[in-house]
């Protein structure tokens, strides 16, 4: 065969799969993707309610000072700087400018998500429309994606939008790419590069694209040349550049985890295997959702007996592959797709406290439900006694998923929320109870914040920053001997936290123990710096005017004007307590800088004094 016929059988290839008669592929009406839309739409519309949650937005949206500046400088740092361990600046780019329009207004940054997410949908219908001949199978497949549970923490939570945008430019790259196999066309090869090069600068989980790229190739072909790994090596080349950014941007965060201590190298290898398994199951079967997976407690040295049963389980699913001998293509396809792109999210080098996240499944589950839509329609298609009941299941199953989506859009409507339903589903997590707890300080409830904090105490009898959280919620209320026995049971825990003395000195001032609380400025002195050593130095002072320790104190103002020569209050009183050693001149002096630098309590003591 001459090298032109080899080409043009290559190109025939590349056309509708085999396998679908005329009549099936037009059952559906193309069009109908605009139904599509609207029950994505409606199934997602409760995240519009949502505000922030105290989970990543704080880093990456309302304490972000990246995002506060979209002049150049500011965009130029956006793409020369790590944030939060980790590096997606056209992500925030897209934040900023949000941010440059709406403020700090949640709706618009869930209405943006929500967008992405149709857009990303729509991008599914049309690849899954360039795999298949049946036009049903994209239209299957782009509902699953667009309504499956484990997508909604990819959409609902604003921090997530990482997700969506490097999706919507992952997935144009394998649209662009198979045109340009189709056309041979460079216009096609260079979208593609550059639709590529938007999604590693979204997230950097993208660089999966140069595998995904040859599995499409091998499902055209069922095979790869050498010609097609050419035309890969520019994707490879950016896959490892922003592969070694992703990994300096871990370590630089310190987010990488060293299992060592708790796990074994045996360990993790079914942690790895119960991961995959995870992701298998809950496409199936969306129940029980959390937006932590935590790691296992190991018992006797040994992990939860599900754990050792994952590798019986995949097993089993690539037995089934291999004997299904009728769509062996497609369900190869589905799984190495699913595979490649969940692959890195298995902790094979841990990230992050967490064993699985259901954000993780939103690129790759387009696989799996690939693999569904073939089956499902197999079957109609030839279990024709069968018909009615097989599409009475899967109008149940679409039912059900459009359901639990819409009610896992709610929980993420506040932090309160979030964390009470993490709670529900493992109560022994003391970082949800501790993360509830900041939820209900931020809105002044300090009563649920102690009962929060304490949960996760009542778990983990060490956690100084619960514990430390909560003798502040304690002040809060006035309850201040509650939170001295806090402050001491961290001073147990940690001798040298200085904030903890700090803290407890300032309790013990409002109980107008004096003596104790200069005790416990002192002792914070060597472990805390900047404003708050000022604080201390200035609050010892008060302690000794108090008791009439004139002399003292105006040493200790002294000390605190030193580290703070604008501090105004502290120049008042220690011209008070020079007053009362009989030094009005010196005393004039330190009131005229108080009025000086804004403050106007000197005043009256100025013209009485001084004048």
């Not at 599509?36 to 922030?52: A, K, W």
């Not at 144009?172 to 041979?184: G, L, Q």
């Not at 499902?376 to 639990?404: P, Q, T």
């Not at 809060?476 to 806090?486: E, G, L």
């Amino acid at each position: 065969m001459s090298k032109s016929n080899k080409k043009s059988q290559e190109k025939s290839i590349i056309s509708p799969k085999k396998g679908r008669s005329a009549l099936s592929s037009s059952k559906i009406n193309p069009y109908s993707f605009w139904w599509i839309f609207l029950i994505v739409f409606i199934v997602f519309l409760p995240s519009l309610s949502n505000g922030f949650v105290n989970w990543d937005d704080p880093n990456y949206i309302l304490d972000n000072i990246y995002i506060k500046d979209l002049s150049w400088t500011g965009v130029k740092a956006m793409f020369t700087n790590y944030y939060a361990g980790n590096y997606h600046p056209l992500t925030a780019l897209s934040n900023a400018l949000e941010y440059k329009l709406f403020g700090l207004n949640p709706k618009p940054f869930h209405i943006v998500n929500l967008v992405i997410h149709l857009a990303d949908t729509f991008l599914v219908f049309r690849l899954i429309k360039l795999l298949s001949s049946d036009i049903r199978i994209a239209v299957a497949v782009s509902l699953l994606f667009g309504i499956h549970p484990m997508h909604v923490e990819s959409v609902a939570w604003i921090s997530e939008r990482k997700d969506v945008l490097y999706t919507f430019f992952y997935l144009t790259a394998i649209i662009k790419y198979i045109r340009f196999r189709e056309s041979e066309n460079a216009k096609q090869y260079i979208f593609m590069l550059a639709a590529f090069i938007c999604a590693l600068l979204s997230k950097s989980a993208a660089v999966s694209l140069p595998l995904t790229l040859l599995l499409v190739d091998y499902y055209f072909l069922n095979k790869i040349n050498l010609r097609m790994l050419i035309n890969k090596i520019p994707l490879f080349c950016l896959s490892l550049i922003f592969g070694i950014i992703a990994m300096n941007s871990q370590k630089y965060e310190g987010a990488i985890n060293d299992l060592t201590p708790i796990f074994s190298l045996a360990d993790r290898m079914f942690l790895v295997l119960y991961s995959i398994q995870f992701y298998l199951l809950k496409s199936i079967m969306p129940f029980g959702l959390t937006a932590f997976h935590a790691y296992p407690e190991k018992i006797s040295n040994l992990l939860p007996w599900y754990y050792y049963s994952s590798p019986v389980i995949i097993g089993l699913i690539f037995f089934a592959v291999y004997k299904f001998k009728k769509f062996r293509r497609e369900l190869i396809f589905g799984l190495v797709f699913f595979f490649i792109n969940i692959v890195l999210m298995l902790q094979l080098l841990p990230v992050g406290q967490a064993i699985a996240a259901e954000r993780y499944s939103y690129i790759s589950f387009i696989g799996l439900f690939f693999i569904a839509a073939n089956l499902f329609f197999y079957a109609e298609d030839n279990l024709k006694n069968s018909r009615s009941f097989i599409r009475f299941v899967g109008a149940v199953c679409i039912l059900i998923l459009g359901l639990v989506t819409f009610n896992r859009n709610k929980v993420w409507k506040d932090s309160i929320s979030l964390w009470t339903d993490v709670i529900n589903k493992n109560p022994s997590m003391p970082f949800a109870y501790y993360n509830l707890g900041n939820a209900h300080k931020n809105i002044k409830d300090f009563q649920g914040a102690v009962d929060a904090y304490s949960g996760a105490i009542k778990i983990n009898s060490g956690h100084i920053q619960a514990i430390y959280n909560r003798a502040h919620a304690y002040s809060d209320m006035q309850n201040h001997q509650a939170a001295i026995d806090d402050y001491s049971k961290i001073i147990q825990l940690s001798p040298k936290f200085g904030e903890a003395y700090f803290d407890r000195a300032v309790s013990k001032s409002n109980l107008k123990d004096y003596n104790s609380a200069i005790e416990d400025f002192n002792a914070s002195l060597p472990n805390i710096s900047g404003s708050r050593k000022v604080e201390a130095y200035y609050n010892i002072g008060n302690m000794k005017a108090y008791n009439g320790l004139f002399e003292d104190a105006v040493h200790d103002y002294s000390l605190a004007i030193q580290l703070d020569s604008r501090y105004a209050v502290a120049y008042t009183n220690r011209g008070n307590c020079k007053l009362n050693l009989k030094r009005i001149p010196e005393a004039c002096e330190d009131w005229k800088m108080s009025v000086q630098l804004g403050s106007s309590i000197s005043l009256d003591m100025i013209n009485k004094y001084c004048n």
